[in-house]
């Protein structure tokens, strides 16, 4: 297995286990601060959990790290304008 794969499938397992650690504690009913200290989980750790498992289910199961900006091109010239 080339370097490669192993990061993705180990981006995977860790995005799976966020994903039922956040499940667990939305499902829980309890505070999130209150969850996260009876299972030993600092709320900055869970929070950044969270925030992962939302990039990746807003791009559709492609994995990002965060979001990104692309530079978009204005078909339209500068000299296409009438002042």
Not at 9 to 31: D, Y
Not at 55 to 77: I, N, Q, S, T, Y
């Amino acid at each position: 297995m080339d370097e490669i794969t192993i990061q993705g499938t180990r981006k995977q397992t860790n995005l799976q286990v966020w994903s039922q650690r956040v499940a667990e504690c939305q499902e829980s009913g309890i505070p999130v601060a209150q969850w996260c200290e009876s299972n030993g989980i600092s709320r900055k750790t869970y929070y950044r959990w969270q925030k992962k498992v939302k990039v990746f289910d807003a791009m559709v199961g492609e994995w990002r790290e965060e979001p990104r900006f692309v530079e978009l091109k204005c078909p339209m010239r500068t000299a296409d304008f009438i002042l």
